[in-house]
């Protein structure tokens, strides 16, 4: 569904991909790994635009994405949710999920009823300012919200970061129930939830994939665990 050859990305004059090549098979869940400051969230920000290759390929569904802006990336079927949220503070939990929705009318759309049935806990909280949510609830909103664009991939960037335990099996749950309806990526600190949702997972370091396996393969590869998570 989404593949990357050779992409080198540049925040100015600092080279941070270094011709890094990966692919995402339709219907898988995918993980990347890797200790901060490594290159994850660039990755996901030259896949949806925000920040472009200067060279490179990204593709989509077979479609050449890389060079076009954001949006029309976001119009292709890609669903994003960011490091930190980034929800829209001040909107109501309803108007966060609705600002962006698009593909009401596809068969089986994501649209609010079908959010709050995933997400109950927003139905109770829809008039709720998105800033008095907890944190795990502004996660599952940060998600609602990617899936009313009716996106054929999820792109996630950290949905652990700053949870409680409890809240992270609750997400890790909810990536799992997404996968028979979407593929699904993800770049993750929390090694166990990563391993326990993952068909397959990629390492990254310094802007370069360090290797990819399964995740039964890492789980007793003490040796890679310890040079390139510090697990």
């Known amino acids: 569904m989404l593949k990357l050859e050779n992409v080198n990305t540049y925040y100015g004059n600092s080279h941070i991909l270094f011709d890094l090549s990966m692919e995402i098979p ?17 990755i996901m920000r030259s896949i ?10 990204i593709t989509f569904k077979g479609e050449k994405i890389s060079g076009l802006e954001p949006h029309r990336i976001s119009h292709k079927g890609i669903g994003y949710v960011p490091q930190g949220r980034g929800i829209f503070a001040s909107l109501s939990v309803k108007e966060n999920l609705t600002v962006g929705a698009r593909g009401q009318k596809k068969e089986n759309a994501w649209n609010l ?8 806990i927003l139905k109770e909280r829809e008039d709720f300012a998105a800033n008095l949510l907890s944190g795990g609830e502004q996660q599952m909103l940060a998600v609602g919200r990617a899936l009313m664009t009716n996106p054929d991939l999820l792109i ?3 949905p652990s970061e700053g949870l409680a335990p409890m809240v992270i099996k609750q997400i890790g749950e909810v990536i799992m129930a997404l996968k028979d309806q979407l ?5 993750e ?6 391993l326990s949702v993952s068909d ?17 393969e890492l789980r007793h590869d003490e ?3 310890e040079k390139w998570l510090g697990v």
């Open 48 to 57: 949806v635009g925000l920040t472009p290759p200067s060279d490179g390929t």
């Open 189 to 194: 600190q929390n090694f166990n939830m990563a």
């Open 200 to 216: 397959y997972i990629y390492i990254v370091s310094r802007g370069s994939v360090v290797h990819q396996c399964t995740p039964d």
């Open 113 to 120: 009823d079908r959010v709050y049935d995933f997400f109950p």
């Open 183 to 187: 593929t699904v990526f993800l770049a």
């Open 26 to 42: 339709k219907g898988k869940i995918v993980s990347m790994l890797g200790r901060n400051g490594m290159g994850k969230t660039t």
């Open 156 to 158: 996630m960037d950290e």
């Open 223 to 225: 040796e890679t665990k």
